[in-house]
C-alpha cells in the first residue's frame, strides 16, 4: 500500500500573535508542524509498520521546510515531496488541495491521510475538496484507520450522532482527527538517519503545472484584513476559605451577572 | 435579491435551534429564504422549518438517509441549492456541516468558508468574518464569486422571535447511495442528556477531577443546574467522558450563558471551544491556571471542596 500524508508548516498557535494595520506581526511568530498533520505523520507510520505500507509525505509552501521533513522522517516516513513555489504563500485551501491533486496524480498512492484542520487557516477543507477534485471517497473527522484488504480499509469517524463505522473502497482520502493516535517522539537512530535521507524539492512547474491552472491567480474567496480578537478578560478572582468563597460567587452570579 | 438555502440542523429527529438563528439573520439580510431537510422521517419538521423563517422548504426525506454519510447528504444539498438557485449555502456549526459543505462548495463551484461569525453584504461586495488561528485572530474575507457555502459557528447569530415564513413544501428525490464508503454501523451516542450546544449552563469536567468520583462529583452540580456537561480533551483522552462532550478546538463549541470550568487549566484548544460564553465561572486550586485570565469569575480552591458547596448555595438560591 502506498500511503500520502500532507503536511504543513504554520504558525505556532501557543505563542501571542499580534495584528497591527489589518496584518499579522512577522516579528516574534514560530513555525511548526500542524498539530492534526503530525496525528496524519503517526497515523501513516503506524501502516506502515503493521502493514509494510510506504509513506510520501508532501508540504507545500514557500520557505524551508528541512526541519519539519526531518522530524517526520525521524518518526518513520519514507520519502519527502516539498512543493516549494512563492506563489503558494498566500494560497487558500482550494488551491492546495488543487496542487495536492497533481501531487497525487503523479504518484500511484492508495491512501490520502489528512490532518482535519491546518492552525493557521481553521478551514478543515483541503482533504475534503481533494477527495472532491479526485472524485475518491473521503472520510473526516476519523480517529481509527484498520485495513481490510488490500483494496479497503475500515474507519471510525465522530459524527454528531456518534461514531460512525465506514468501510471505505481505496483509493481513498481520510482526514483525522487528533484523538486518532498520539504522536511518537522520534528516536535518536531516527533522527541520525533523517539527516541523511533526500527531499525532494520542486515548484509548480516542476509539478507540470502553473499557479494559473491551480486557480491561484483568481482564488474563490481571499483574506482581506486580520483583526484582533476582543480577548476576554480575567474579572474576580477570589482566594480564602472555599465556604465563604462559593457564597460570594453565587450571589455575584445571581445578582450581578444575572445567569442564575 | 440574494438566495440563502439553510441545512436544517436535526438531531436525532429534533430540529435545533441553530436553523432558526441562520434564517433570521438570512430575513434579516433580506434575503429570500429557504431551508432544506435531509434525513429519514424529516417530512413532518415543514412547518417548522417555515415557522423558523423559510418560505420554501426542500424535503428530501429517505430510510437511506437515517445515518449520515457525507456524499449522499451533500448531494442532497446540492440538489435543493440548485432548486433553489442558492447564491449561498449554510449550515450550523456541525459534524455534518464541517463535513457537507467543502463537498458541496466544490460542486456548485462556490467558495467555501467554515466557522463564519458574520456576513456583510455591500452591494455586489460580500464579506465574512471568521475567527483563525486557534481563535487568536479574526479575519475578514472577501468573497471573488457568485456564490458562498458557509459553516456559520455556533453562537453567532440570534433567532429573532419575530421571524416567521409560510409553508411551501417541495420534496426532492433521494441521492444515490455511496458505494465506495458505507456507513456500516453507528455507535450511538444518544444518552437523553442536553445537547452541549443548547444548553444555557454547560459545567465542563477537566483533568482536576482526577477519576470517576470526581466526574461524578462534577456530573451532579450540572445535574442540579439542568446543565449540560461538557469536558476537556483530558478527561476524554483518560476514557473517563465521551468524546461527543468534549468542548474545544476539535470538540463542540459552545456558547452559553454560563460556563463553569472545573478543574480545567485552560489550554487554548479548550479555550477557543468555550470563549464565546456569556459569563465563565472557573474553579481551580493553582491561582496562576491561565483559565483565570478568562474567567469572569474565579474561585481558587479544591474543587473536590468547592463543588459540593457551590451544589449548598445554588440549592439554596433555587428554594
Ligand atoms: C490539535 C489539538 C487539539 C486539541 N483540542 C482540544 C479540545 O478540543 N478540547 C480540549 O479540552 N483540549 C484540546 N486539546 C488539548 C489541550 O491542549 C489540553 O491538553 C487539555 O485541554 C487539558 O485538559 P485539562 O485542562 O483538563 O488538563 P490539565 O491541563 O492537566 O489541567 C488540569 C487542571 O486542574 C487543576 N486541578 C488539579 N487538581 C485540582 C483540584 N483538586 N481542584 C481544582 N483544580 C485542580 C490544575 O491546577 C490544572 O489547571 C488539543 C490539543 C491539540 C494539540
Ligand atoms: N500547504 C499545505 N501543505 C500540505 N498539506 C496541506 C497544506 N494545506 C492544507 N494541507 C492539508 O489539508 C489539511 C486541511 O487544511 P485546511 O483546509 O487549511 O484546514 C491540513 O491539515 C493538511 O493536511
Known sequence: MKILTTVKK?????????????????????????????????AAVQLKEAHKAETTLVSLGSGDNTDMIR??????????????DPALAKADSPTFAKVLQKVYEAGDYDLVIAGKQAQDTDAGQAGIMLGEFLGIPCVSNVIEIKVTDDTHIQVSRLGDAGTEIVDVTLPAVVTVSDSINEPRLPAMRGIMMAKKKKITVMDLAGLGTSFEEIGGTAPASEVVEFMPVQKRKGGQKFEGDPADITARVVQLLVNEAKVL | MTNILVVADIKQGVLKGSTAELLSK??????????????????????????????TQYIVDDPSLEIFSAAPFAAAVVDAAKAFSADMVWFGFSETGKAAAPRVAVQLEAACATEIIDVTMDG????I????????????VKINVPKLVAVVRAGAFEAD??????????????????????????????????????????????RGAKDQAGVDLVKALADDLAAGFGSSRAMVDAGLMAHNKQVGQTGKIVAPSLYIAVGISGAIQHLAGMNGAKV???????????????????????????????????????A
Not at chain 1, 504558525?11 to 511568530?29: C, F
Not at chain 1, 522530524?71 to 516549494?84: E, F, V
Not at chain 2, 468574518?129 to 475578514?140: D, E, F, Y
Open chain 1, 10 to 42: 504554520v504558525v505556532d498557535v501557543e505563542l501571542n500573535i499580534h495584528v497591527e494595520n489589518g496584518a499579522i506581526v512577522e516579528k516574534g511568530l514560530q513555525y511548526v508542524i500542524n498539530a492534526w498533520d503530525e496525528n496524519a505523520v503517526e
Open chain 2, 26 to 55: 438570512a430575513r434579516a439580510l433580506g434575503a429570500a429564504t429557504a431551508a432544506v431537510a435531509v434525513g429519514s422521517n424529516v417530512a413532518d419538521l415543514a412547518p417548522q422549518l417555515a415557522a423558523a423563517g423559510s418560505d
Open chain 2, 280 to 318: 465563565i465561572l472557573a474553579v481551580n486550586k493553582d491561582p496562576e491556571a491561565p483559565i483565570f485570565n478568562v474567567a469572569d469569575f474565579g474561585i481558587v480552591g479544591n474543587l473536590f471542596d468547592v463543588v459540593p458547596l457551590l451544589k449548598e448555595e445554588i440549592k439554596k438560591i433555587r
Open chain 2, 161 to 206: 422571535p419575530e421571524v416567521t415564513g409560510t409553508e411551501n413544501v417541495v420534496t426532492l428525490d433521494p441521492p444515490e447511495k455511496d458505494m465506495a464508503a458505507v456507513v456500516k454501523e453507528l455507535i450511538s451516542d444518544a444518552s437523553g442528556e442536553i445537547d452541549l450546544a443548547d444548553a444555557d449552563i454547560v459545567v465542563s469536567v477537566g
Open chain 2, 129 to 140: 468574518v471568521r475567527p483563525a488561528i486557534a481563535n487568536k485572530v479574526l479575519q475578514k
Open chain 2, 124 to 127: 455586489d461586495d460580500l464579506h
Open chain 1, 71 to 84: 522530524k517526520c522522517y525521524a518518526m518513520g516516513i519514507d520519502n519527502a515531496i516539498h512543493i516549494d
